[in-house]
């Protein structure tokens, strides 16, 4: 069973910075594209960033590029998101999200993370 601990959220103020980590247990990891989702209430779940499985191709949403990082760690199963210049619009719920794809919807991925909340506040 494919397992997800994602973790580092926390209060941070406007032009700071967090990164989010994300364990994967019980799967190949280097099968697996791994996706940073992000959700706010009342709000549709949407796709900050994704790293591919295999040749490890990175993919930003626009409102990240040049802000955030995406990166992996092999060896430790892990996936981090750099978070920087972090604004209040960067408030939510952030998941992680594994599947054999960078696919762009949610609804394609079936293994997820428990969530990590992220709050950019002065």
């Known amino acids: 069973e494919v397992q997800l601990q994602a973790s580092g959220g926390g209060l941070v103020q406007p032009g700071g910075s967090l990164r989010l980590s994300c364990v994967a247990s019980?799967?190949?990891?280097?099968?697996?594209?791994i996706k940073w989702f992000r959700q706010v209430p009342g709000k549709e779940r949407e796709g900050v960033s994704c790293?591919?499985?295999?040749?490890?191709?990175?993919f930003y949403d626009d409102s990240v590029k040049g802000r955030f990082t995406i990166s992996s760690d092999n060896a430790k199963n892990t996936v981090y998101l750099q978070m920087n210049r972090l604004t209040p619009d960067d408030t939510a719920v952030y998941y992680c999200?594994?599947?054999?794809?960078?696919?762009?919807?949610?609804?394609?991925?079936?293994?997820w993370g428990q969530g990590t909340q992220v709050t950019v506040s002065s």
């Open positions: 019980g799967l190949t990891f280097d099968d697996y594209a």
């Open positions: 999200a594994a599947d054999k794809g960078c696919w762009y919807s949610s609804t394609d991925f079936h293994s």
């Open positions: 790293i591919s499985s295999g040749d490890r191709r990175i």
